[in-house]
């Protein structure tokens, strides 16, 4: 399996690069690191090697020339230009091609540093992916050599949200990096669903917090059932005034992730965001990993 990193002509790509390597070094993969050669109208054998395409093509070796200077020799990778009509279709017609475990790409240019920020294409493939995505922040950099210290899983108190940890489980379990089950919720959200006055506060956070902690011991159970063996494992809890300060609540690694579930689109069970997973999107300190329903249900067959 591989982990493709999209290069995106013209952008800063390191922060997609520097979480390829960490993801593709942790979890044993190959690295491919993919610029599409695109034209904006549909091909002909007469205009393939136009000069507008020779362009194209050109720009896209220089982006991955960039590229190579940043790779380290204790991962296998490769470079390749994929010639498609879009950068979205046509890292999706690599990512099937290489057997790609994740699909990462970088953050757009007028992104808040520290922070993901979706352009175009991260978004389109947010919509049409059926594996899962790997969104990297602005500026993202990590030590040479480093390896994901913990991964965690988002926990909104869904089922949806319960497939995701038994996935991210599975992934622990086959890479032996540690585990961490996390729910985020800023007090007014969680005043506002329990219907309440502010003078019960504190009141609501506890029992919002106990309500969760007892259903992540069941899924815990669960996964104790299925003989799944994730690395170190852990609960945590963020609450705050803002979205920003409950994910700042709980304490994070350097390097770690987040897996973040979606809801499906129809059949294809492709991903979509939903307002819960989007607010932690936009806040979150670490690289978001979005998993789509169809990755989810890979691996609970995996797991029984």
């Not at 790509?13 to 610029?35: D, F, I, K, Q, T």
């Not at 091909?43 to 590229?67: G, H, I, T």
């Not at 493939?125 to 210290?149: I, K, M, N, Q, T």
């Not at 994910?247 to 307002?275: F, H, N, Q, T, Y």
Request: proline share 6%.
């Amino acid at each position: 399996m591989s982990i493709v990193v999209g290069i995106a002509p013209g952008q800063d790509n390191r922060p997609a690069v520097e979480l390829g390597v960490v993801l593709a070094r942790s979890y044993g993969h190959r690295l491919v690191a993919v610029a599409i050669d695109s034209a904006a109208w549909p091909m002909s054998p007469a205009l393939f090697e136009s000069e507008y395409q020779k362009k194209l093509r050109n720009v896209a070796e220089a982006a991955l020339d960039e590229v190579r200077a940043l790779l380290p020799d204790d991962i296998e990778s490769e470079c390749l230009v994929h010639s498609a009509r879009s950068s979205r279709r046509g890292l999706l017609e690599m990512c099937q091609k290489e057997n790609a475990f994740r699909l990462v790409v970088g953050p757009a240019a007028d992104g808040k540093p520290g922070r993901i920020a979706l352009g175009s294409v991260s978004t389109g493939l947010l919509h049409s992916a059926s594996l899962p995505v790997a969104l990297a922040p602005v500026g993202y950099r990590v030590a040479p050599e480093a390896r994901l210290r913990r991964l965690t899983a988002a926990y909104s108190g869904s089922s949806t949200s319960a497939g995701l940890i038994l996935g991210a489980a599975v992934v622990s379990a086959e890479s032996g990096v540690p585990f961490r089950i996390a729910s985020f919720a800023p007090r007014s959200r969680v005043i506002s669903a329990a219907g309440v006055g502010l003078d019960v506060e504190s009141s609501v956070i506890d029992e919002w917090a106990n309500v969760i902690r007892r259903d992540t011991d069941e899924i815990l159970c669960s996964i104790d059932r299925l003989q799944i063996k994730p690395g170190e494992t852990d609960v945590a809890i963020g609450t705050g005034p803002d979205w920003e300060s409950a994910l700042s609540a709980v304490e994070w690694e350097d390097p770690e992730i987040m897996m973040l579930g979606s809801s499906g689109l129809g059949a294809l069970k492709r991903v979509s965001l939903g307002s819960h997973a989007m607010r932690i999107l936009q806040h979150s300190p670490v690289p978001i990993v979005v998993v789509p329903r169809r990755a989810k249900s890979d691996y609970t067959s995996a797991a029984v």
